[in-house]
């Protein structure tokens, strides 16, 4: 198993950062807050996860030990692969899924796209007795409570500075997406920020 990798950021996109590793650019596929931290030429070190499939050997990382203990432990619950692990994980700091499930806030696991009601009632009781209590090392965003993450907007906004764009065309290609977000939020549903960083992408695109 690969435990972590260290080295320059070699390049950035929506969902992968690419670490130079011993001269090779090792792909690891990270959460929007996980990628909003890394800079392109500045040494990182990413906790890591490999996943091996018949077809594919997918590397995960992420920005401590912690959160990669727990999207381990999240894979235990039935119905749960690595891609709606990292999606929890792009929702709620590691300490804030502990306290969910260990209050039974059905509701915080719905708010993660992919899961719905009966689908939380499920990982509640799955994962009741395997992620314990909250322990106090999660990301906590400036200003905010420990264990919440920080809204889509600031998690938007981290991960296009963290890409190479200027603040001021980060804000913009936020408000060009808020429409989008805001229809999210009126259906019931958390705003995916890894949907609308590719969207927010887009719209700089164009205008450049």
Excluded at 191 to 207: E, I, K
Aim: charged share 20%.
């Amino acid at each position: 198993m690969i435990a972590f990798v260290s080295g320059p950021v070699a390049a950035l996109a929506p969902d992968t950062a690419v670490i130079e590793v011993g001269g090779v650019g090792m792909a690891v596929q990270c959460t929007p807050n996980t990628l909003s931290a890394l800079r392109v030429g500045e040494s990182a070190r990413l906790a890591t996860s490999l996943v091996v499939r018949e077809d594919s050997l997918t590397l995960y990382g992420f920005a401590d030990d912690d959160e990669r203990q727990v999207f381990e432990l999240l894979q235990t619950a039935s119905g749960v692969g690595p891609r709606l692990a990292q999606a929890m994980l792009a929702v709620h700091a590691p300490d804030a899924l502990r306290l969910a499930v260990s209050t039974g806030d059905e509701k915080a696991l719905t708010a993660v796209p992919g899961i719905g009601k009966k689908g939380a009632q499920r990982l509640l009781l799955e994962l009741k007795d395997r992620l314990g209590e909250p322990v106090g090392t999660g990301r906590a965003p400036a200003g905010g409570p420990a264990g919440r993450a920080p809204g889509w907007r600031e998690q938007l906004t981290a991960a296009l500075v963290g890409l190479g764009y200027a603040g001021r065309e980060a804000d913009e290609a936020v408000e060009a997406v808020a429409p989008q977000a805001e229809a999210a939020t009126a259906a019931g549903s958390a705003p995916q920020v890894s949907q609308l960083l590719r969207a927010a992408l887009q719209t700089l695109n164009r205008a450049r």
